[in-house]
């Protein structure tokens, strides 16, 4: 298994490697971890190697882990790679984030002419792009296993995959995350901001505000007619440009910015609603965890996991994400009908988990050792 950073104890993609590695662990496959940067020399009996590469700069870490991490996996006898990371010459790729080629397409929507120029310029992009589409076409490609099928989609076209390559493959609930919930917590932490019981409360969760349409919902917070609370949760390091455009709307007394939190659970149980109106979003693992504790979601047509709402809530789905009007609209719609909505979500999101991901990961990882690549 190939991943440019392991750390088991991160987040996001980290989890999701973890996950898998256990999967694949206990159905009785010989792991190794191979990592460009790594915290660890082995991790629950599976050897971890820390790969002979400069790190210094972005660029050469890039291409020295997306050159080589498949070849020292194979001279240490692996007979199957599954990369988690761009690299070249693999047997199966395991494709979480999208393709960084279709990420600095979207990035032009929100960033600023000067920061997308500088993109273009960017060693550092330039290294991501040309190894991953070596990866995606290279004729010892067995499989790509997307992480939704709006990912699938842009792959395919992207890089003229056969879609006998590509499976898609979701996630399953982080259910830890989930444990645990304080009794008390919906009216305690209401209390603590100052936000009364029967207000309606939003969150939204993830670093990144730009690119997960943080700035297109506060548009249209004073457009909504629900007179909501807004519970920001996340890092971005231009927070304080957030919080000014806040106050410009007149919405400064109605959006909490909580920072990087961990009692997810308990934050879920104060809310009434999940908003993630991204512009560019392989998935959104938020989404899943939303429904699971029964709360509605508020979601775009660019986020992958509006492809697994139940068919009620589809209505919630903005079509275009830079549209603040649409998303008031949708908003007040979702806020609505709230309390009926988030009765669905449990069942929905039940399907979701580790298990299932884990069964089929091992029927996939079974199929492709036993096929040829071209």
Not at 277 to 292: C, D, I, R, T, Y
Request: aromatic share 8%; proline share 4%; with cysteine.
């Amino acid at each position: 298994m190939l991943v440019r950073r392991f750390d088991p104890a991160g987040g996001g993609t980290e989890r999701d490697f973890a996950a898998a590695a256990r999967c694949l662990a206990q159905g009785g496959h010989e792991v190794r971890i191979y990592a460009a940067r790594t915290r660890a020399q082995s991790w629950h009996g599976m050897p971890v190697r820390a790969l002979p590469i400069a790190l210094f700069p972005r660029s050469l870490e890039v291409i020295g882990f997306g050159l080589l991490a498949s070849r020292f996996a194979r001279r240490d006898g692996a007979e199957l790679t599954l990369s988690f990371g761009r690299t070249t010459d693999t047997d199966l790729i395991r494709c979480e984030g999208g393709a960084h080629a279709a990420f600095l397409e979207a990035a032009r929507q929100w960033e600023s002419a000067a920061a997308s120029a500088a993109r273009a310029i960017s060693p550092y992009h330039a290294a991501q792009c040309r190894i991953e589409a070596r990866g995606f076409t290279s004729r010892r490609l067995r499989m790509v296993l997307a992480i939704s099928r709006l990912v699938a989609h842009d792959l395919q076209k992207r890089f003229a995959l056969a879609p006998a390559r590509l499976e898609t493959l979701y996630n399953g609930i982080d259910r830890e995350r989930l444990k645990n919930v304080n009794p008390r917590a919906r009216e305690d932490i209401r209390r603590c901001f100052g936000i009364g019981s029967s207000s309606p409360v939003v969150l939204f969760i993830g670093n990144g505000f730009a690119r997960k349409g943080l700035g297109k919902l506060l548009e249209a917070w004073p457009m909504s007619a629900k007179n909501g609370h807004l519970m920001v949760v996340g890092e971005d390091r231009a927070l304080e440009q957030y919080q000014r455009m806040a106050q410009r709307l007149g919405i400064g007394d109605r959006v909490r910015f909580l920072g990087r939190r961990s009692e997810v659970a308990d934050l879920l149980a104060a809310a009434d609603a999940v908003a993630l109106p991204s512009l560019f979003e392989a998935f959104g693992n938020v989404v899943l965890e939303a429904m699971a504790a029964g709360l509605p979601v508020l979601t775009s047509a660019r986020c992958g996991a509006a492809e697994v709402l139940p068919a009620q809530w589809r209505e919630f789905v903005v079509q275009d994400p830079m549209n603040p009007s649409e998303i008031a609209r949708r908003l007040d719609s979702m806020l609505g009908a709230s309390r009926e909505a988030g009765l669905i979500g449990p069942a929905a999101a039940a399907q979701f988990t580790w298990e299932r991901y884990g069964n089929r990961l091992l029927e996939l990882v079974g199929q492709s050792a036993s096929s040829n690549p071209d």
